[in-house]
């Protein structure tokens, strides 16, 4: 969106995600967007957090971002993401395809090395399995709340 117009354009497909729903899309500290996560109708398939495209709105190019696969959160749907203070992201929850089953873990996805790592954080367990929740910093504090919660 161009607010100077105001005018809408499409953003290029070429590299891009593939048709998802309940993913991720954050703006990162260098201005680039992050996708990641969700279900893909035409995969038929949750997607796996090893695969994260990059958005470079100056260029307007998709990339891939490489991940390291030793060590991932669960494919999911509906969970919550946020950009913390120092670039790196966090995701909490989420549910199954079905949504039959909500996740109570928490990741945070480390950027600042060659190849991304995830790494699981036990302390976001202590939320309780939610979805549809949200999540937002505030300085160096997270604030999440609302979502479905099922114990």
């Known amino acids: 969106f161009d607010p100077s117009g105001p005018t809408f354009s499409n953003l290029p497909a070429t590299n891009g995600p593939p048709d998802i729903y309940g993913h991720t899309a954050l703006v990162l500290l260098d201005d680039r967007i992050a996708v990641f996560g969700g279900y893909s109708q035409s995969a038929g398939a949750l997607l796996a957090f090893d695969k994260i495209w990059i958005l470079d709105v100056g260029s307007g190019s998709w990339s891939s971002l490489s991940v390291?696969?030793?060590?991932?959160?669960?494919?999911?749907v509906a969970f919550c993401a946020v950009v913390l203070d120092d670039g790196?992201?966090?995701?909490?929850?989420?549910?199954?395809?079905?949504?039959?089953?909500?996740?109570?873990?928490?990741w945070i996805l480390d950027l600042s090395t060659s190849v991304a790592t995830w790494s699981e954080v036990n302390a976001l367990s202590q939320l309780g399995?939610?979805?549809?929740h949200f999540a937002v910093t505030v300085g160096t504090q997270v604030i999440l709340g609302f979502g479905t919660l099922l114990r």
């Open 68 to 76: 390291d696969s030793a060590n991932l959160p669960s494919p999911r």
């Open 88 to 106: 790196r992201i966090m995701i909490q929850g989420g549910s199954d395809a079905s949504f039959a089953t909500n996740f109570q873990d928490g």
């Open 129 to 132: 399995p939610r979805r549809d």
